[in-house]
């Protein structure tokens, strides 16, 4: 197995700070200017990346994102299937619960959204409304699960109903699905919320992944990037 993998975080035009983080392997960020970061490894297994997005308290949603992708970085390196993920992510939430005693950080939490590569499968996991999308030419298919309340229309509010550290028992959405080449991306709402899906969908199927982190930021921008914004594009190639 071999993978490329492109990553950014960053504050947006609006934000004084950045609660977004990413993580790819050990590796987390939370910059407050994004540098597009492009990495190529023949990783072992597992390999997880994954994106946060922080809310809660004066300090306390960069404090949550940053903290639950740390801890994940720790305790992946031990996750053989979905119940490993799902039991860590169980085990963070109630961390940053607990963290979350401090008056500072009151009601801090984040979401999350990952790909975990292991020896044969690839596990998609979610909690809050952060999103990972399969990429497969110039198709887009929405992977994870909104948890976020419907508007009339059917569609997502920025109202979650889920997140790390709210001190009640999650329910991590889990799919798994045999270990092959694709593509995947991972996304904070900065992103998904910002764009058209078929802008989005026009930015991944560029054959080059530069190019097409540079549409994402571009028109992050341009539509006045109003929230942090973050996005890793996973490429899984054949060894």
């Not at 490329?4 to 975080?9: I, K, L, P, Q």
């Not at 058209?196 to 571009?218: F, K, M, P």
Request: aromatic share 6%; with cysteine.
């Amino acid at each position: 197995m071999r993978v490329n993998v492109r990553a950014f975080t960053d504050t947006g035009l609006r934000r004084k700070r950045n609660e977004d983080a990413v993580m790819v392997g050990g590796w987390v960020s939370q910059t407050h200017n994004g540098v597009l970061v492009d990495m190529r490894m023949q990783p072992g297994s597992p390999f997880v990346c994954a994106v946060c997005d922080g809310m809660g308290g004066h300090v306390g949603g960069d404090v949550a994102s940053r903290t639950a992708l740390s801890m994940i970085a720790t305790m992946s390196p031990g996750w053989t299937g979905g119940d490993d993920i799902t039991s860590s992510l169980s085990y963070v939430s109630d961390w940053l619960y607990d963290m979350g005693r401090d008056t500072e950080l009151a009601g801090m939490g984040t979401t999350i959204a990952g790909v975990c590569l292991t020896a044969d499968e690839v596990i998609v996991f979610n909690v809050g409304d952060s999103r990972v999308y399969s990429v497969a030419g110039e198709t887009l298919t929405q992977v994870s699960v909104d948890d976020a309340v419907l508007d009339a229309a059917g569609r997502p509010t920025n109202i979650i109903t889920q997140s790390l550290g709210q001190g009640v028992p999650i329910a991590a959405h889990l799919t798994a699905t045999p270990l092959q080449p694709g593509s995947y991306l991972m996304c904070s709402d900065g992103v998904h919320g910002q764009m058209e899906h078929h802008d989005l969908q026009a930015a991944t199927a560029c054959n080059d992944r530069g190019d097409g982190s540079a549409i994402i930021i571009g028109t992050a921008r341009a539509n006045g990037a109003a929230d942090n914004f973050s996005f890793i594009l996973l490429d899984v190639l054949a060894d």
